[in-house]
């Protein structure tokens, strides 16, 4: 994806789940119950990896370009 976009996160699931950067900067939800949603607007280039505090073993990564 490009630099500017805004991706959003919905938790679908009847745990509770969130949305963290693994380190440094990027997403930081609170904790989405169901039908929650989540957005984040990444302003810079790189790879970030996520994942859920709750759930350690949920990943994901998000790529941007400029």
């Not at 904790?31 to 790879?47: H, I, R, S």
Request: charged share 10%; with cysteine; glycine share 10%.
């Amino acid at each position: 994806m490009k630099i500017g976009t805004t991706v959003t996160w919905t938790n679908q699931d009847s745990d509770p789940h969130t949305v963290t950067a693994k380190s440094g900067a990027g997403p930081d939800s609170p904790t989405l119950d169901q039908g929650a949603t989540y957005q984040y607007t990444f302003t810079k280039a790189g790879q970030y990896s996520y994942l859920c505090t709750i759930h350690p073993f949920m990943l994901g990564t998000v790529v941007v370009t400029p």
